[in-house]
Nanobody
């Protein structure tokens, strides 16, 4: 599956942005999608994930974004969103969406499909 991310931009600290990621085909309940980010000079890190089929623990968040970011999906559009509120300068990074069959694991290497990334810059 091909993934297309969009929605990045420049925002002041405390502001909000919403990222979108659209898949090239219908996603089934066995699929999971996630958001990762990579700041300059750092490793790519997990942000949030969502299981397409729902269920217990369907959504996961990194501790650093809990309470500020919300992941959601629109099944009919094969699209995942990341609503980012109360943004901080340390949230500045290239954000990538990813997909895999299975759980929404935080392990970067477990994800098999990747979008092209969208840059989020939070100014202080």
């Amino acid at each position: 599956v091909q993934l297309q991310a969009s929605g990045g931009g420049v925002v002041q600290a405390g502001g909000s942005l919403r990222l979108s990621c659209t898949a090239s085909r219908r996603l089934y309940s066995s699929f999971a999608m996630g958001w990762f980010r990579q700041a300059p000079g750092t490793d790519r890190e997990f942000v949030a994930s969502i299981r397409w089929g729902g269920g217990n623990d369907a959504m996961r968040y990194a501790d650093s974004v809990k309470g500020r970011f919300t992941i959601s999906k629109e099944t009919a559009k094969n699209t995942m969103y990341l609503q980012m509120n109360s943004l901080k300068p340390e949230d500045t990074a290239v954000y990538y969406c990813a997909g895999r069959v299975g759980s929404g694991t935080q392990a970067v290497d477990a994800w098999t499909s990747w979008g092209q990334g969208t840059l989020v810059t939070v100014s202080s």
